[in-house]
């Protein structure tokens, strides 16, 4: 019994350091290994990579990010959570991409009243009537994905389409935002098991439904194992895959490879969009990782961008609530994001555009999400109707 | 209910079931003969799979890869016995759980420590990852198509080893009555050796040819090492045909339960409602299945001791 | 006696925490003591009543959701909402006990694991009660008056409550029940041949134990206002298990001692640089499952009773 004694004293005294003022110490929790660990390493390198031009100070503050990894277990995200915010003290947190660990976690960060810059996952639960002003999000809302797939399955007029998402919050965000675009029959609307990676069941389903078109919302490792199957069972001829934009970017295309090309795909940033933030993003993210960013990438850095943005305005002000959220809600408008300036709504989402892209082959022979148009322009989340905030 | 779904599903329940035997088969030796529960057996699967994914890269070749990773496992395994698991033969239950757990935890970290915490990318051969045309016009993944033969044919073998040859007639006597084979003279420690090797390199191709399908990664053998004990205790601790005929069940009611449940359940619920209960009831359907065997036969559908 | 020292010990300690502006370590020693007494309701049921049950996550995790569940609904009283728990734990505990005791041996193991199992799938489908995410609880269970909220209150609670526990276990164990478990457990047909009802007094047993352990799952309910479904995996009947062997296998501090030992070293491996260790492997502390498996396999290839059994503790308390 001594022993436990001790050893908590012990461990107690090594970390009660205080706290060094004027620093940043940003917590980023986030999804590291496991068959979705690629998206998380995407978003954590766009950081790293927006950090490192900053010269490691983020508004002109010495910034330490402190990693962790929840492995997509909204167990551990919240003991994570709970250290992060608590024992490390950090006064920012970042990072999420899977929205049920989102959902466990934001209690927790909303208790700390510390702001939370969401690099991916925007659930509808924090931006509709749980609307919070610790919440922002760089990304996207949930649905706007999927809402732009529904807009573009209409516009090419596919009348039967079958659904198919994983079984937690977002999967059913965006089959619900494909539904409310989307104006034809919509076949079936199946939900696989978060995480699942044989999907012989269902592709035996799909194929005997016989749908124009297949929405598919399967993230990560989810995603390669769903689209090397749809095409091993000789589905591609028969059903024409639809994706968001997450599905069929950067991290899939290098597991899957050429049977990828000619998809369509949904997003709020494509790779060659038309600016020089972008130009030199996805110039220096080359040079420095070697391999083409993703989507995830490029939301990493621009969440980076955002807090830099943020912290300079408030005059390194973080902990006055006030002033810091005012100076997030202005950020995106002027700062140099590589898919451009954007406003922010109350609810703490973005208001932007989204584009089709389509997967070809670059001059250079490498399979690129190349843009075709723009789906949805200056496009809002829908449920900032029940957010009261102004 | 389209015969195309019937048929595609069953050929789904054929090829999860036979690889489940793999397994199965190991398990059940390994119990019946040397009397250890052993809950690392799902490690030798995740470690057969690694092997399997870092050979088919080394080599640039999922043929040439598949023999050095049933090899490299078998190796394994065999070190594995002769260093630890072969102080726990005669040791109590608890012990052999607890032991066994621990290794499961320690060769969870060796593995992350060696290959990294990232899932390794195991592809199918170049030559099965399109559609086979099955005669009625359907169109099967060739690779499960192949998945299917690889597992029918060593169950046949092993059926063939254990019944005809001299050294299957020693592990049906060492499972049926241990004191008596060791009364016989037979060389008891070479024997578990043998079998255990033998049970690490069915892991093995089980996690090679499933591989492709799923993702290679840490803790991949938890899962289905619950569903091969399942399949062991439903057809009869040390018995090769028990465990054959209890992997089919439960890999056909498996499959059946998860196709086709979520489809019932969506007459009368909505669709995320109906889908988290299809695999919910389809998993306690398995479990039920158990509790009924054992109810009806306490020691499993064909028992090995007398 | 030393179990007062202890206490006056561990009740001392998140004081000296206060002091130092370190609750969050106050927090950590409340689920510290909560897995404590999970582990300690195993206990009984291993290490007293010799049954291996691998389904210990069945009433733990029961436990643990049914509050969760009424809490969402609107009932989060503490003295409606821990009773059920435990009332309903018990009632598992009874039905699932009544049909596994008639197996035997490893049969007993796969049965329980299995009941243990289909629990968990039931649970993890209830996608109206947070499914595979587990649930978010409203806040701590109220008590009427004070706070729970207060993670000082609530270590005190967990504190008084873990006394309680192993005081009630002494008594059960030097009990005229717990002498004839004993001796059930030491040789059944012997037990049966005097006459002892056995069934019934293992299924008394195991049912005590379950009850135990949904208190357990109450309380680690309430730890997080969170409830995730994987204290009903397998996973945690084996953690329970290797807490119980750990800390001393049928003694009355095995469940204590295990858990402190198992969730101390999980923490300070992965919290702590060691400088030298670090030199010699950077990565190391991404790696503490591999310290916490190789201890646990020492202790279990040589010394079966457990850590109290180093001590030369033999089966009493």
Redo the contacts between chains.
């Keep these: 019994m001594k022993g436990k004694l001790s050893t908590f004293a012990l461990a107690a005294l090594i970390s009660s350091g205080a706290q060094a003022a004027n620093e940043l110490k940003i917590g980023f929790l986030s999804t590291l290994s496991g068959p979705a660990g690629a998206i998380g390493i995407e978003i954590r390198d766009g950081f790293n990579l927006a950090v490192k031009h900053a010269g490691g100070k983020l508004g002109g503050l010495p910034t330490e990010v402190v990693f962790a990894d929840d492995t997509l277990n909204p167990d551990t995200g919240r003991q994570l959570a709970e250290r992060l915010l608590k024992r490390d003290r950090v006064n920012l947190m970042t990072g999420v991409v899977f929205s049920n660990v989102m959902l466990a976690v934001w209690p927790t960060i909303q208790e700390s009243k510390i702001f939370y810059i969401a690099p991916n996952a925007t659930p509808t639960n924090i931006t509709g009537k749980g609307c919070s002003p610790y919440f922002f999000s760089a990304s996207w809302p949930n649905e706007a994905h999927h809402e732009a797939a529904g807009a573009f399955a209409n516009s090419k007029g596919y009348k039967n389409t079958y659904l198919i998402a994983p079984n937690y919050p977002a999967g059913k965000d965006s089959l619900t935002g494909f539904k409310r675009m989307y104006k034809g029959n919509v076949v079936a609307e199946v939900y696989s098991k978060l995480n699942q990676l044989d999907y012989s069941a269902e592709l035996a389903q799909i194929r005997a439904a016989k749908p124009d078109a297949l929405y598919a919302f399967l993230p990560g490792g989810m995603g390669i194992n769903f689209i090397k199957q749809f095409n091993a069972a000789g589905l591609a001829k028969e059903v024409q895959l639809i994706l968001p934009g997450f599905v069929s970017d950067q991290d899939v295309v290098r597991a899957v490879g050429e049977p990828m090309l000619g998809l369509f795909d949904t997003s709020h940033w494509a790779y060659d969009l038309d600016n020089d933030a972008n130009r030199q993003f996805v110039a220096e993210f080359e040079k420095e990782y070697k391999r083409i960013p993703s989507l995830f990438a490029e939301q990493g850095y621009t969440a980076a961008l955002i807090i830099d943005q943020a912290v300079r305005d408030a005059k390194g002000n973080v902990e006055d609530e006030k002033t810091f959220r005012a100076a997030l809600m202005k950020a995106p408008e002027h700062a140099k994001t590589p898919r451009g300036q954007f406003k922010e709504a109350a609810n703490g989402t973005p208001i932007q555009d989204y584009y089709v892209r389509e997967l070809v082959k670059d001059k250079n022979g490498r399979i690129v999400n190349r843009k075709i148009g723009t789906i949805l322009k200056q496009h809002q989340d829908f449920w900032l109707k029940d957010c009261g905030m102004k | 209910m ?1 015969a ?2 019937l048929l ?2 069953s050929l ?1 329940g054929l ?1 999860f079931g036979l690889m489940l035997f793999l397994l199965a088969a190991g398990l059940t030796l390994v ?1 019946g003969i040397m009397d250890m ?1 052993n809950l690392a057996h799902g490690s030798l699967y995740m470690i057969g799979a690694y092997f399997m994914a870092s050979f088919a890269q080394m080599t640039g070749s999922f043929w040439l890869g598949l023999p050095l990773a049933l090899v490299a496992t078998a190796i394994v395994g065999a070190l594995l016995e002769i260093s ?1 698991l072969r ?1 726990l033969y005669g ?1 109590d ?3 052999q ?3 066994t ?6 060769a ?3 593995v ?2 060696a290959w990294g ?3 390794m ?1 195991l592809n ?1 051969p170049a030559e099965l ?3 086979v045309t099955l005669p009625g016009g ?7 198509l192949a998945i299917i033969a690889v597992g029918a044919v060593v169950a046949i073998l092993l059926y063939l080893l254990v019944t005809k040859t001299r050294v299957g007639m020693l592990v049906r006597a060492g499972a049926s009555n241990r004191e008596m084979a060791i009364a016989m003279g037979v060389d008891i420690r070479r024997l578990f050796t043998a079998v255990f090797a033998l049970g690490a390199a069915l892991c093995a191709l089980a996690g090679a040819m499933l591989g ?4 290679v ?1 840490v803790g991949m053998g ?1 899962n289905i090492l ?1 569903l091969a ?2 399949v062991i ?1 439903i057809g009869g ?1 040390g018995s090769i045909r028990g465990a054959f005929v209890g992997s089919l069940l439960v890999g056909i009611v498996d ?1 059946s339960g ?2 086709f449940l ?2 019932f359940f969506g007459v009368f619920l909505p ?3 109906a ?3 299809g ?3 389809a ?2 359907l398995i ?2 299945l ?2 009924v065997v ?1 109810y009806f036969r ?1 020691q499993g559908l064909f028992p090995a001791r007398g | 006696m030393r179990a007062i020292a202890v206490f006056l010990l561990l009740a001392i300690f998140p004081l000296v925490m206060q002091a130092m502006d370190n609750l969050f370590y106050v927090s950590f020693a409340s689920r510290v003591l909560i897995y404590a007494i999970a582990a300690t309701s195993l206990n009984l049921v291993l290490g007293y009543g010799g049954m291996v049950s691998f389904g210990h996550a069945a009433f733990f995790g029961g436990g643990a959701f049914v509050v969760g569940i009424l809490a969402v609904e609107g009932l989060r009283s503490v003295w409606l909402a821990w009773p059920i728990a435990i009332a309903v734990a018990a009632l598992a505990a009874l039905v699932i006990g009544a049909m596994s005791l008639r197996t035997r041996g490893v049969y007993f193991i796969m049965i329980t694991l299995a009941f243990a199992q289909m629990i968990y799938y039931i649970f993890v489908s209830l996608k109206a009660y947070g499914g595979d995410d587990g649930l978010q609880m409203p806040g701590r269970s109220t008590l009427g008056f004070g706070r729970l909220g207060n993670d000082l209150v609530w270590y005190y609670v967990v504190l008084a409550l873990l006394a309680a526990v192993l005081y009630a276990m002494h008594r059960l164990v030097h009990s005229r029940f717990g002498r004839v478990i004993a001796a059930i457990r030491e040789n059944e047909a012997r037990a049966e041949a005097i006459g002892f009802p056995v069934y019934r007094y293992k299924l008394l047993c195991f049912v005590i134990a379950g009850g135990i352990g949904g208190l357990a799952g109450a309380l680690i309910a309430n730890q997080s206002s969170y409830v995730s479904p994987s204290l009903l995996h397998w996973i945690q009947s084996g953690t329970l298990m290797i807490m119980v062997i750990l800390g001393g296998v049928g003694t009355l501090w095995g469940g204590v001692i295990g858990a402190a030992v198992l969730l101390g070293l999980e923490h300070l491996i992965a919290d702590y640089r060691i400088g030298w260790l670090a030199k010699l492997a950077p990565n190391y502390q991404d790696h503490a499952g591999l310290a916490v498996g190789i201890v646990l396999l020492t202790i279990v290839m040589l010394a079966p009773e457990g850590i109290a059994g180093f001590f030369g503790r033999r089966r009493h308390a």
């Design positions: 389209p195309i779904l595609e599903q789904n090829q119990f529960i630890l102080r040791r239950h608890l012990t759980v607890l032991a757990f621990a290794i499961i935890l320690i969870n970290e060796v992350r420590i915490s990232q899932p990318m199918t990852t399109g559609p359907m169109q099967y993944a060739s690779y499960r492709p399908i799923f993702a990664q938890e619950i004990f399942v205790v601790i499959t998860r196709a979520p489809l669709p995320q409602l889908s988290a209960a695999p919910a009831v998993s306690v479990y039920l158990m509790a054992l306490p």
